[in-house]
């Protein structure tokens, strides 16, 4: 028996429609609404309840299948994936990750600054080695416990950022409401040893292990929009992933 979904949307938001749907059913997930083996309504069936086309639908059950949330079997339809795991390596910023886990994040705004464009922050946003491009650097707790050290670049332009508003809000939440609409990443995970630098911001001893994550986020037209570079303390911090069989 399919399991019926109470989705809202806002066609006025610059927020595609698909990822809106993608979004709350993901969402009905987390939060055990659609339980493991729930079963989905047929794509026709929901474009119709929604209003939508096919296409969006098929769009949305799509982006949640290849972030391992759903599946598809041959007689059976689009179930909620078993057993699933709390948190996933998805194209999510850590501050999305914290309040969806029921963490307080907050951020203290290190430095903000236009900088030239070495080689290879050049290279891999797309830009000319030396041109101005925007350099973050943020602190990121989960409930006044220092979590992440966050190091990030962006072509100028893309979103209206301040100290103010990073510090309140995450940076893919910002760079989505001003339409920015991202859509894969590049992502390597890895470890080394805390630095004396990195040790004393993150309240750890020098040469403690770190989680090291480097990410590039591309948008719909295969632009890059935001490189990351972030440590992690892995006394704190884990990362799951979701395998299904193809």
Do not use: C
């Not at 909620?80 to 990750?97: A, I, N």
């Not at 004393?200 to 770190?210: I, V």
């Amino acid at each position: 028996m399919s399991t019926k979904l109470g989705i809202e949307l806002d066609r006025s938001s610059p927020v595609p429609l698909y990822f809106q749907v993608a979004e709350q059913i993901a969402e009905a997930i987390r939060t055990g609404a659609l339980a493991p083996g729930a079963r989905l309504d047929n794509e026709i069936l929901l474009a119709d309840q929604l209003g939508l086309s096919r296409p969006t639908i098929r769009q949305a059950i799509q982006y949640l299948v290849d972030k391992g949330l759903l599946v598809r079997k041959r007689g059976v339809g689009t179930q909620v994936v078993h057993g699933q795991v709390k948190r996933s390596v998805e194209l999510t910023s850590l501050h999305d990750d914290l309040r969806r886990a029921g963490q307080e994040p907050t951020t203290r705004v290190l430095s903000l600054a236009s900088v030239p464009a070495d080689e290879e922050i050049a290279r891999v946003l797309g830009v000319t080695p030396g041109e101005d491009v925007l350099r973050l650097e943020r602190l990121r707790f989960a409930d006044a416990e220092p979590l992440a050290l966050l190091h990030n670049w962006l072509p100028l332009g893309l979103a209206p950022l301040t100290a103010d508003n990073l510090a309140e809000r995450g940076l893919y939440e910002l760079l989505r409401g001003a339409g920015v609409q991202m859509r894969v990443a590049n992502q390597r995970i890895g470890a080394r040893a805390a630095t004396a630098a990195e040790a004393r911001l993150l309240g750890e001893r020098r040469g403690a292990p770190l989680l090291t994550m480097v990410r590039t986020t591309y948008d719909d037209q295969g632009r890059a929009v935001e490189h990351g570079s972030h440590v992690y303390r892995a006394t704190l911090y884990t990362l799951e992933v979701t395998l299904i069989e193809r």
